[in-house]
């Protein structure tokens, strides 16, 4: 799959603290180990030439790591370390911050040079609660050099989402369709985030169609790469120069508005007054952008573009967005299928028109939508409703993910991992048959229960640790996800539970 664009570079700075009544030595040859096991793991990271004893030091050690162009930074207690300093650098640190602390190696350690660390890292977990810092602590925070290493790979991931988010526009582009108040929620949590937003009309979105008519180079070279990807599936050659225009138009207002921002994704507007005067669906474009980085969530669901954003940061692979859309007949499934732990129940198809990437799927061409079709086009010969890409969704791991706001400003998220299962959904659009365990009490309880709305982001790679965690750095504490065997929902009937 090729890389895509529009997600930060994370650089880490690896900063090693010391309280002044035990050995600096021991930090320093235990934070000479830890970049060790970096660089063989090939993780972005520097360590600062001052470990931090002091308040001095920890004012050192910021000035070293924006001079190194760290945006992430791993403060490693490799002995007991100073929790009134090492908290100050958390503090004033511009980028998301993770605490680790290193583990006793040996019987010989224990005889001369205990770093008791353990004990440290409770005291700087408790000065980062009085300075109000949300830092990331793994599950297994104290650990040996090669243990911690891959601790701080994965916080990598847990970065970038981070950044990426703090330094995201979202452009939305016209009201949301009639009857589609789900997609709408407020937009005050997304400035909390640290989120930007520019809506638009779908006016604006129009005049910039029109005025990009001109670049008729970049439209010509669009229309190459176009036919390229389609291949055999380029089934309305005649449509591509409309489609190709409306990607210029979209690109350059992007690289024209991104402002203060660094990271851009879209939530436009795409039915039922597009299909009249663009004379085309949107969903091939959509999918076109999402293959680069850039996501475009359908009916102008700002929190959707955000949550495929966060998924394919927590990746680094396209994501989509897609209806959680309707239940799997048991005709459709061969004879000992592989349901992936999940019970029939826990299927469901993921659907959207067409707007997810070629290389996410198993196969695919331009088509146009059935249901505009029937609404405009009154099922007659496609034309004004042609421009959607569809095919089965590429079989294999999946995660499924929203961040949304609720009507009173409360962020909440869920998120659970499961398979895309290799069995042909028997429908059109962009769809694939998904195997959630557990899935059918996850859709009553925490979709339903949470009144979530029908748009998931879908990632094709299991993301629902680095999410999670990311979430937590981000101050979201309402984070669903699947129980456990045993466990049941909060209200969830216990009559009923295992019917």
Known sequence: MKPI?????????????????????????RLARLMAELKKLGVPATACPTVIESEADALKALDQARAAGANAAVLFLGNFGPEGPTTIFAQRFPGPVMFCAAAEESREVLLRDRGDALCGLLNASYNLGLRKVRAHIPERPVGLAVELAAEIARFEAIARVVIGVRSLKLFGFGPRPQDFLACNAPVKPLYDLGVEVMENSELDLLGLYRAAAGRKAEIAAVV??????LGTGCTYPDLLPRLAQFEVALVQFMEKNLGAARYAAFADKCWPAFENEFGFVPCYVNSRLAGRGIPVACEVDLYGALSEYMIQAATGLPATLL??????????????ADLAGAAPRDLFMGFHCGNTTSSCMAGCALNYQVIMNRLMEGGKKPDITRGTLEGRLRPGAATLFRLQSTADCQLRSYVAEGRILDVDPCSFGSIGVFAIPGFARFYRHVLIGKRYPHHGAVGFAPAGGVLFDALRVLGVEDIATPPLAGERYAGENPFEVGS
């Open 5 to 29: 664009g529009n997600l930060p570079a994370v650089k880490i700075a690896v900063v090693g603290v010391s309280r002044d009544c035990f050995p600096i030595d021991l930090t320093k040859r």
């Open 224 to 229: 190459r790469d176009m036919k390229k990807e």
């Open 323 to 336: 209806d959680i859309n309707n239940s799997v007949p048991a005709d459709i499934l061969p004879e000992g």
